[in-house]
């Protein structure tokens, strides 16, 4: 693991940090923020660690001497209601995916939503957009970038998971009620494509939609999916699940660092990872 190379500074050497998650194996997540570290010369080190019982994470996170740590699957909620002080958006999404430990307290940020419009802004200007697929993570995504002054489109497969998004007052649509029309970004937030070769809607509707939009989104990493290959034919500028997970992580670290640094200087530390 690379950890930050000693520094001449009055900061207190080696802060730790972690991901907690299960599982946690598979994350990128202490390459990326232990690059950034030792690029910046700031005296942390990020580790993993596999939690099995959300209701340990606090007595965990605070039993490691952690200064920061993140949540992934399944502890987001967990890590929401082990925090003394929770922003306002991680409340209304019910997530925290960033815990920071502060004079005695702890307090849980959400970088997910805020890292995928980072993200998306660099795409261009982005006025509405449709997303596919109605689970956590379009809950979140729809609600930040409403927030944003975006209009924001909902389809999904199946109508139980639209219930959510209809209270919200989104316009929503299944497969059978869905036309399509045009919109700056396309965003896939099913999880289709993941561990299979599934579009996220049928192909008539989805060529129809792609041809009509500006920009393609996938929320999935590690991966070129079948969604993402009729966006390149099409020449579509587009980005994947890593970038977002490179613009929530950027944001933790700004929180990890108490702001020490700009975003684009971590930015710069920290994007050398996705080709590492
Ligand atoms: P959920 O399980 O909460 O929701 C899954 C959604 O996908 C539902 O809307 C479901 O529709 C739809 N779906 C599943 N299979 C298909 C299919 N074959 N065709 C069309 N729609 C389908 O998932 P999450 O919101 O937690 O995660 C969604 C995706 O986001 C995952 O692929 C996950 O890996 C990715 N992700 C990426 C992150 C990143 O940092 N890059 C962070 C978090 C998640 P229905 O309601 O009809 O079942």
Redesign the pocket.
């Given at each position: 693991m690379i950890c930050a190379k000693k520094v001449e500074t009055d900061m207190p050497l080696e802060k730790l940090f972690a991901l907690f998650g299960n599982p946690v194996h598979h994350s990128k997540s202490p390459l990326m923020h232990n690059l950034a570290f030792h690029t910046l010369g700031y005296p942390g080190c990020y580790t993993r660690w596999l939690l099995e019982d959300s209701g340990k994470l606090r007595d965990t996170f605070i039993g490691l001497g952690l200064e920061g740590a993140n949540i992934t699957?399944p502890h987001k909620e967990a890590a929401m209601r082990a925090a003394d002080i929770v922003e306002p958006f991680a409340l209304e999404v019910r997530a925290v995916n960033t815990l920071i430990y502060k004079e005695g307290k702890l307090y849980g940020y959400n970088t997910?939503a805020p890292g995928f419009y980072r993200a998306l802004k660099k795409l261009g200007p982005v006025r509405n957009v449709l997303i596919?697929?109605?689970?956590?993570?379009?809950?979140a995504l729809s609600l930040y970038l409403r927030s944003q002054g975006i209009d924001v489109e909902i389809v999904?497969?199946?109508a139980?998971?639209l219930e959510w998004f209809k209270k919200e007052g989104f316009v929503c649509h299944t497969w059978d009620t869905f036309k399509p029309k045009s919109h700056d970004a396309l965003i896939n937030?099913?999880?289709?494509?993941?561990i299979?070769d599934?579009?996220?809607?049928p192909k008539p509707l989805l060529d129809d939609s792609l041809k009509r939009a500006k920009y393609a989104v996938d929320?999935?990493?590690g991966k070129m999916t079948p969604f993402l290959k009729e966006a390149t034919a099409l020449g579509l500028p587009h980005f994947?699940?890593?970038e977002?997970?490179l613009q929530?992580g950027i944001l933790a670290f700004d929180h990890f660092t108490d702001h020490l640094y700009s975003l684009d200087e971590i930015e710069a530390a920290m994007r050398p990872f996705l080709t590492l």
């Open positions: 699957v997910d596919m697929g109605a689970g956590g993570t379009a809950r999904n497969r199946s139980p998971r937030c099913t999880s289709a494509g993941l299979d599934a579009l996220p809607m929320v999935i990493y994947d699940g890593s977002m997970l929530q």
